[in-house]
């Protein structure tokens, strides 16, 4: 039985979770879904007015457009109130941007066989922009956020059409 694309929603929580977190509705948020030692890896790209960045986990590099997600304020809230997520590919984020109609801007992970089927389809996503592991840990990622946040951002989960999903996508 073909379910879709199972995803957790937090959309109704999005204007709270931006007061939660003193987000303007001008400002432009994003969320590095990174932990650790990958959040370390990662530079930001150079500092640009009204936007910000909130990290999972406390970064490394401090800088005044970068904050992680307050006590309080749970991850998926913090998804929900960002204009675009960073990530790795693994399918609970990809889920979770489904869900809830953010756009993706992806790096490749290393040693998960499942990720080359999660990159098929994600190269069919006008939502979803692939960035390279050393443009990220460079900092030259503006082009990339800017034409992911640019692009139609994908239609959330719960407001599909009636007879999603589609039949076979090839993809299994």
Do not use: N
């Amino acid at each position: 039985v073909a379910i879709g694309t199972a995803g957790r929603d937090a959309r109704a929580r999005r204007r709270c979770a931006r007061d939660a977190l003193g987000v303007a509705p001008t400002e432009r948020l994003v969320l590095l879904a990174f932990r650790g030692a990958t959040l370390s890896s990662i530079a930001l790209p150079p500092m640009r007015d009204g936007w910000r960045f909130i990290a999972a986990t406390p970064a490394a590099e401090q800088r005044g457009d970068l904050a992680p997600i307050p006590a309080g304020v749970d991850f998926l809230d913090a998804l929900a109130a960002s204009d675009a997520v960073v990530a790795k590919t693994g399918y609970g984020i990809l889920a979770d941007c489904a869900a809830t109609g953010r756009p993706l801007l992806w790096v490749s992970r290393e040693g998960f066989p499942e990720d080359r089927v999660l990159e098929a389809w994600l190269a069919t996503q006008t939502w979803a922009r692939h960035v390279d592991r050393a443009a990220l840990a460079a900092g030259a990622w503006s082009e990339q956020l800017l034409a992911v946040v640019s692009a139609p951002p994908p239609t959330p989960l719960g407001d599909q059409p009636a007879d999603w999903p589609p039949a076979h996508t090839g993809v299994r």
